[in-house]
């Protein structure tokens, strides 16, 4: 299940022609109409040959029994004033980590290479992730995991502390955020972790990584760290596109098979789900981590609906570096002063845009009077800073004549009845 059928905002890339017209025109083709996207660039994340996920893991020396369905839960607690190590973590917390398998159909093919004829297909894994069981509820239990880890499965396997593989249902996913929820069995869980409160971590705080880089072979793999940065600020591409993700950095070793697993303190928390690294030559110790405070509301979400409604527009993008300078102000007679904002390329059926009368090579600057640079910059004010339902204030150009336009915001489901 995807997180959308299509996107709110799409980032288009021109290439020079005679009129900027057609050179819109085609650029925009094989774009989704009225979607707005969401990108990892520079950073990769960690795969094992296609999607791949990030696991840690803690717990502490005290348990709390819960009596919940039929079967007692483990939930690891906080001990004040004391501090565990991390072999007490480690054994605590480790049958609240689990490995994912991302399953999906490939047809087979001939001696040459080719596609058979026949309609033989067989289900393969795509690749392996990590994920953290963090709730019971009912005759349910659930993970949390990366979104790219189970992205495009058509079945999804998860692997217990006993080694045993379960069937698991998605729950819901959301590219942007890369965040997804899985659902299993209740029976299979016996232990949950604790979530922490990742606003409270500081620079130089130890922490521990567990999960299954390259594999099962190498499942519930320890590392050791520390934080080294907070409230850092990535730009990461998705399969919804382009997006400044907000992150933990950490030297803890992060390796393909780990997205999606725990990063965790010393009192046994979880503070952060496990998502990328850097992975350039000379390159070590830049992993990533998504801070639990900004996983838990998403995940709230996801188990409510199964996605994130946002704010939706209803317009394809084109950023201003892609066009030639002479394009935008001959063509476009855009001022020469005017450096940053976004064209419009595109504009959707039925849409906000279409409604509040945005046209193809309108260039946005400013959204309620705050600068607009890129397409990642209207995102992130949008998706942030404004809700649904709410009407805005878009400051733009057209052929060269400065303006403002209201426009009602609505959700993409409300835009397609």
Do not use: C
């Not at 600020?233 to 697993?261: H, R």
């Amino acid at each position: 299940m995807g997180y959308y059928d299509e996107t709110d905002l799409t980032t288009e890339k021109v290439k020079p022609k005679r009129s900027i017209k057609p050179f819109l025109n085609s650029l925009i083709s094989g774009a989704i109409g009225g979607a707005l996207v969401l990108g990892v660039t520079t950073y990769s994340t960690s795969q094992s040959e296609q999607p791949s996920t990030n696991a840690n893991a803690a717990s502490v020396e005290t348990f709390e029994q819960i009596d919940n369905s039929k079967s007692a839960v483990i939930s690891t607690e906080q001990l004040s004033n004391q501090a565990n190590s991390i072999a007490d973590i480690v054994d605590s917390l480790s049958p609240a980590i689990v490995g994912i398998t991302n399953i999906q159909t490939q047809n087979s093919k001939d001696i040459f290479g080719n596609f058979s004829q026949r309609s033989n297909s067989e289900s393969v894994e795509s690749g392996t992730g990590s994920g953290v069981i963090f709730k019971k509820e009912g005759d349910a239990g659930y993970v949390i995991t990366n979104n790219h880890v189970i992205e495009g499965a058509e079945s999804i396997q998860v692997t217990l502390f006993s080694g045993d593989k379960v069937d698991a249902e998605l729950v819901g996913t959301d590219a942007l955020t890369d965040i997804a929820v899985l659902k299993i069995d209740a029976k299979h869980v016996s232990v949950v972790a604790d979530i922490g409160d990742s606003d409270n971590l500081r620079t130089g705080e130890n922490v521990i990584a567990i999960g299954n880089p390259l594999g099962e072979e190498f499942s519930r793999t320890v590392t050791q760290g520390i934080i080294s940065g907070v409230d850092r600020t990535i730009d990461v591409t998705t399969s919804e596109g382009d997006w400044a993700l907000t992150v933990l950095q950490t030297d803890a070793a992060i390796n393909p098979g780990n997205s999606g697993g725990p990063l965790i303190n010393m009192k046994g928390e979880v503070i952060g789900i496990n998502s990328l690294k850097i992975s350039e030559s000379g390159v070590e110790g830049l992993g990533f981590a998504i801070p639990s405070n900004e996983v838990i509301p998403i995940v709230d979400e996801l188990m409510k609906g199964g996605k994130i409604q946002r704010p939706f527009i209803g317009v394809g993008l084109v950023e201003m570096s892609e066009v030639p300078a002479y394009y935008l102000q001959q063509n476009m007679k855009l001022p020469e002063d005017v450096k940053e904002g976004v064209i419009v390329g595109s504009v959707s059926q039925n849409s906000p845009a279409m409604d509040a009368g945005l046209q193809q090579q309108d260039v946005i600057v400013a959204m309620n009077g705050e600068e607009i640079s890129s397409a990642t910059s209207l995102r992130k004010y949008l998706y942030t800073k404004t809700k649904i339902g709410e009407e805005v204030q878009l400051t733009i150009y057209r052929n060269g004549e400065k303006m403002t336009v209201s426009l009602k915001l609505t959700n993409r489901d409300a835009t397609n009845a």
